[in-house]
């Protein structure tokens, strides 16, 4: 009887437990992974009880998701730009309506301060 | 007699390698591209900002719920509370308060009035970068 000689093979790694880690990591990173950014943005406030003070400064009141009041003239955002890039920066300060989300005043924050304006403060007064 | 060899009985692993390298090419780019973040202790929708400012590293410990509630890690914190202890319960020069886009000017007003009172003269408020 003649037998083909045993085929000597080495002893390899087996894949399978490395390939069931990497899927278990996979799924891991892919659970606990966040693309978006959040950031921490400084925001200076001012009590009431400044308000004496804030006269001397140029006020913004946001009334609305689209508009505000600016030295009892009402003007829209893109109103508020352009008013905004005619004028030197300047201190001034933020007064919201009651109703207004924080999504608006912070809208609001963002357009004055991309003008070049970084003295803004928020001031707890309606 | 012929025995017939093992190759036959072999684990076919030639058809997964592409699998497995398209596995490993995703978990590079999930383990390079993204971050890990803890999650808020509520759900938050956290406002957009077009502004650059500095990323975030650990979630802030004050949260406002749309509703106007107050929490300090995750439990309820009176506004009175805040601005008395205030300055002991954060222990920082600029405290950072996680609102809701949706709060309103009405409920926000009182919270950072009540850390005025706690003698914090700024707040750090947790923004989302908008990536347009």
């Known amino acids: 009887m003649h037998l083909d000689p045993p085929v000597h093979r080495s002893p390899g790694i087996g894949l399978t437990p490395l390939i069931d880690v990497v899927f278990i990591l996979l799924v891991f990173f892919m659970l606990v992974t966040r693309f978006t950014t959040l950031q921490q943005a400084p925001l200076p406030i001012r009590s009431a009880g400044a308000a004496g003070a804030e006269q001397q400064l140029t006020r913004v009141h946001i009334t609305s998701a689209d508009e505000v009041e600016m030295s009892d003239r009402t003007l829209s955002l893109s109103a508020l730009e352009g008013w905004l890039d005619e004028h030197d920066p300047r201190p001034l300060y933020i007064t919201t309506a009651d109703p207004v989300p924080l999504a608006t005043t912070i809208d609001v924050t963002d357009r004055i301060r991309a003008a070049g304006y970084s003295d803004v403060k928020l001031a707890l007064l309606e | ?132």
């Open chain 2, 1 to 132: 007699m012929r025995i017939a060899s093992d190759e036959r009985r072999r684990p076919m692993l030639e058809p997964m390698l592409p699998l497995i390298n398209v596995v490993f090419l995703l978990l590079v780019f999930f383990m390079v591209a993204g971050h890990m973040a803890q999650q808020p202790p509520v759900e938050i929708q956290t406002p957009e900002s077009d502004a650059r400012h500095q990323p975030l590293e650990d979630m802030p410990r004050l949260t406002l719920q749309p509703g106007g509630e107050l929490l300090l890690d995750g439990e309820a914190l009176s506004r009175e509370r805040l601005a008395a202890e205030g300055g002991q319960l954060l222990a920082s020069e600029r405290p950072r308060l996680h609102a809701d886009a949706r709060v309103s000017s009405k409920a926000l007003r009182p919270v950072l009035q009540a850390l005025r009172d706690a003698g914090f003269d700024s707040v750090q408020l947790i923004t989302l970068r908008s990536e347009s």
